[in-house]
C-alpha cells in the first residue's frame, strides 16, 4: 500500500515539476530571439 502511494506521488511530483521546468524555459528561451523591428522601406518618404 505504501510502495503505490509512494509511486503515486513520486509521479505527480515528477510531472509537476517537469511543467515548471517547460514554463520556465519557454519564457527564457523568448529572450534568445532577438526582437523584430520594422525596417523602414527606402521609398518611405519622412
Excluded: C, Q
Excluded at 510502495?3 to 514554463?23: Q, R, T, Y
Excluded at 523591428?37 to 521609398?43: G, L, N, S, V, W
Amino acid at each position: 500500500m505504501f510502495k503505490k502511494l509512494s509511486m503515486v506521488l513520486l509521479a505527480v511530483m515528477l510531472g509537476m515539476s517537469n511543467a515548471i521546468l517547460e514554463e520556465n524555459r519557454t519564457l527564457t528561451d523568448s529572450r534568445l530571439y532577438p526582437k523584430r523591428t520594422e525596417i523602414p522601406a527606402d521609398d518611405d518618404t519622412l
